[in-house]
């Protein structure tokens, strides 16, 4: 899993207005098949989700040398998993408007999933 450069500058300017962040994707109808980004711990994940991994936005070049590491989890529903775990993801960003949930909404553009199978 990784981040395209659009979808990682977005988030550090996302993560300098709301702080850490989260990605859920819960595979529901419509806006719910997006990865949607919220403050960290706004979405209550369970036993029904997947952490499929923690993006990197790397140090705050402006923060402590010994600051915590700025990382977005990535969680999924495990039923949504199932269909993708062949895959390999990549977070991106295109303009339009997606979820009025998700933090980047305001912004005019919506996080999206690009996918590929993955090679052995």
């Known amino acids: 899993m990784e981040l395209s450069p659009a979808a ?4 550090v300017m996302l993560w300098g207005k709301y702080g850490p ?9 419509c ?6 980004c ?10 029904a989700d997947v952490l499929l991994g923690e993006l990197d936005l790397g140090a705050d070049p402006s923060g402590p040398p010994d600051a915590a590491p700025r990382v977005v989890p990535f969680w999924m529903s495990a039923e949504q998993f199932a269909y993708w775990r062949h895959t390999y993801l990549t977070v991106d960003v295109v303009k339009g408007r997606g979820s009025g949930f998700s933090v980047e909404a ?9 996918s ?3 090679e052995e």
């Open 8 to 11: 990682s500058d977005l988030l």
């Open 21 to 29: 962040l989260m990605f859920h994707q819960s595979g529901g109808c």
């Open 31 to 36: 806006d719910g098949s997006s990865p949607m």
């Open 38 to 47: 919220y403050p960290a711990g706004d979405f209550i994940t369970s036993d």
């Open 106 to 114: 305001p912004e005019g553009v919506r996080f999206l999933i690009r």
């Open 116 to 118: 590929r199978l993955m």
